[in-house]
């Protein structure tokens, strides 16, 4: 790929609230409400794993140890969008969170756990399909 100059695209996840578009890379720390997003994912994080969560560190591409490859995972675009639309949208409301790339297994993995735990629905929009979380389900039936 980098003798033809070819280059993969970033991942980016967005949420819209209020007629703002908030637009979130991996493990990015420039968004205003940075504090309170990572503050968020560790307690999502926590309740996650005390209901039975194991991260597929498969999904982590690069070559590390399992420790920084869960780190990396939970610098996802896609955790950092969620995790701002529920500090930011009423309790029961649905989430609704849209991304450039295909949502990786893990990522959908969360998003299952979250949406039992929280009792909230998240639409997950991707370049494939929509993903409707409710209940710890997927509209897709896994078939992502």
């Not at 996650?48 to 420790?67: C, Q, R």
């Not at 849209?98 to 929009?125: M, W």
């Amino acid at each position: 790929m980098g003798s033809h100059k070819i280059k993969k695209q970033p991942a980016c996840s967005w949420v819209k609230l209020k007629n703002k578009v908030n637009s979130f890379g991996m493990g990015d720390q420039s968004h205003p409400q940075a504090r309170q997003i990572f503050t968020k994912l560790g307690e999502l994080k926590k309740m996650i794993k005390e209901a039975g969560y194991v991260p597929d560190t498969s999904f982590a591409l690069h070559d590390t140890d399992e420790e920084q490859k869960e780190h990396n995972l939970w610098n996802h675009s896609e955790r950092l969008a969620l995790a701002f639309g529920l500090i930011n949208t009423p309790e029961g409301s649905t989430v609704r969170i849209f991304k450039n790339l295909r949502v990786c297994g893990d990522c959908h993995t969360v998003y299952k756990f979250v949406s039992g735990i929280v009792g909230r629905q998240i639409l997950l929009r991707d370049p494939y399909r929509f993903h409707h979380f409710s209940g710890g389900k997927c509209s897709c039936s896994d078939y992502w």
